[in-house]
């Protein structure tokens, strides 16, 4: 079992920056080592999408639409998983999710239902 929290969302103004955080608290064994986490977000009446993920020997993905303004990073030492987000437009508000899955992948995939751990969410919200 994962545990997954969310933390940093908030009210930014249009080309400014946030940094999301999600806490992983794995408890019990597993009989895998490797490991996905992404960070996917939900705009209001629109689907979930992937926005990018990483594998736990550090490969990374991204959506287009945020190549060159966020960047995925974590921290394995704290279980901590990082999204850096800058240049952030209103069409970025949306409410964001960490997620994890167990087993390596390379690429590691953006397709929500490929993970079966997910936080609670945190709202970001981009104002014009």
């Known amino acids: 079992q994962v545990e997954l929290v969310e933390s940093g969302g908030g009210v930014v103004e249009a080309g400014g920056s946030l940094r999301l955080s999600c806490s992983a608290s794995?408890?019990?064994?597993?009989?895998?080592?490797?490991?996905?986490m992404g960070w996917f977000r939900q705009a209001p009446g629109k689907e979930r999408e992937g926005v990018a993920a990483?594998?736990?020997?550090?490969?990374?993905s991204y959506a287009d639409s945020v190549k060159g303004r966020f960047t995925i990073s974590q921290d394995r030492a704290t279980n901590t998983l990082y999204l850096q987000m800058t240049n952030l437009k209103p069409e970025d508000t949306a409410v964001y999710y960490c997620?994890?899955?167990?087993?390596?992948?390379?690429?590691?995939?953006?397709?929500?239902?490929?993970?079966?751990?997910w936080g609670q969410g945190t709202q970001v919200t981009v104002s014009s």
């Open positions: 997620a994890w899955k167990w087993g390596g992948w390379i690429p590691p995939p953006l397709a929500d239902t490929e993970y079966n751990h």
């Open positions: 990483v594998d736990s020997n550090g490969s990374q």
């Open positions: 794995r408890r019990g064994p597993s009989r895998y080592t490797n490991y996905c």
